[in-house]
């Protein structure tokens, strides 16, 4: 939110009331002078009643109070329908693999929980390790995401981590990771619009050459629909 400067510059003390039970408001700065800049951040508990709320924020200044009201909408939570997103059945149960090489792992650290699955492994492995698991997006979803960490040696020539999304709805698949080849970069998040109730298939992949030099591998974790 923007606080405006008329006149001399002032300390302005800010305010939000009429947040439903669960929601929490946090200000950047919750007194900044007049003419500056704050930023006003919303949290809520999934235990918080669905539906749409006026929020009044509030600035008391030294000598002039403003208010300003906005409609805040609050939306069910979405159950995600992956079956064993995270991996943390110690398996790949509900997933299906093809190709040479993929296990749950506990190491190296898995983006959350105890499990991450490893698509290809430390010595080398010849073409795709593949796991995929076909779902409907859940009520109120519009989002599909997941995180992966890539360890590979060689080129996008010839090594990679990849994923695809088929919507067999609209009978069309769209790239969610292209050919990706790094090391050492991290933990990265990868995301894609869904439709509610449209069936989907994701595909999560590693591709190694079975170079003695280049063994790749990706861990893949937290597949999830929002």
Same mark, same amino acid.
């Given at each position: 939110?923007?606080?405006?400067?008329?006149?001399?510059?002032?300390?302005?003390?800010?305010?939000?009331?009429?947040?439903?039970?669960?929601?929490?408001?946090?200000?950047?700065?919750? %007194?900044? +002078?007049?003419?500056?800049?704050? !930023?006003?951040?919303?949290?809520?508990?999934?235990?918080?009643?669905?539906?749409?709320?006026?929020?009044?924020? !509030?600035?008391?200044?030294?000598?002039?109070?403003?208010?300003?009201?906005?409609?805040?909408?609050?939306?069910?939570?979405?159950?995600?329908?992956?079956?064993?997103?995270?991996?943390?059945?110690?398996?790949?149960?509900?997933?299906?693999? !093809?190709?040479?090489?993929?296990?749950?792992?506990?190491?190296?650290?898995?983006?959350?929980?105890?499990?991450?699955?490893?698509?290809?492994?430390?010595?080398?492995?010849?073409?795709?390790?593949?796991?995929?698991?076909?779902?409907?997006?859940?009520?109120?979803?519009?989002?599909? %995401?997941?995180?992966?960490?890539?360890?590979?040696?060689?080129? !996008?020539?010839?090594?990679?981590?990849?994923?695809?999304?088929?919507?067999?709805?609209?009978?069309?698949?769209?790239?969610?990771?292209?050919?990706?080849?790094?090391?050492?970069?991290?933990?990265?998040?990868?995301?894609? +619009?869904?439709?509610?109730?449209?069936?989907?298939?994701?595909?999560?992949?590693?591709?190694?050459?079975?170079?003695?030099?280049?063994?790749?591998?990706?861990?893949?974790?937290?597949?999830?629909? %929002?």
């Amino acid at each position: 939110m923007s606080v405006t400067k008329t006149g001399n510059a002032q300390s302005v003390a800010l305010s939000a009331t009429g947040l439903p039970t669960g929601v929490t408001a946090t200000f950047a700065n919750g %007194s900044p +002078n007049s003419g500056t800049n704050t !930023t006003l951040t919303l949290s809520s508990l999934d235990s918080t009643t669905p539906g749409t709320y006026t929020v009044t924020v !509030t600035g008391v200044g030294t000598s002039t109070t403003r208010s300003a009201t906005f409609a805040l909408t609050v939306r069910a939570p979405v159950v995600n329908s992956i079956v064993n997103p995270g991996f943390e059945a110690g398996s790949l149960i509900n997933w299906t693999l !093809t190709g040479p090489s993929g296990s749950p792992v506990t190491s190296p650290a898995p983006k959350s929980g105890t499990y991450s699955a490893q698509l290809g492994a430390t010595t080398p492995t010849s073409g795709d390790s593949k796991i995929a698991q076909t779902v409907v997006a859940p009520a109120g979803a519009t989002r599909l %995401s997941f995180w992966y960490s890539v360890r590979c040696l060689g080129t !996008t020539s010839k090594d990679w981590a990849t994923a695809t999304l088929y919507d067999a709805t609209a009978a069309k698949t769209t790239t969610m990771l292209s050919k990706t080849c790094t090391n050492g970069a991290g933990w990265k998040q990868v995301s894609v +619009n869904v439709v509610a109730g449209r069936t989907y298939t994701i595909t999560l992949v590693n591709r190694d050459d079975n170079s003695s030099t280049t063994p790749t591998y990706t861990l893949y974790d937290d597949v999830i629909f %929002s």
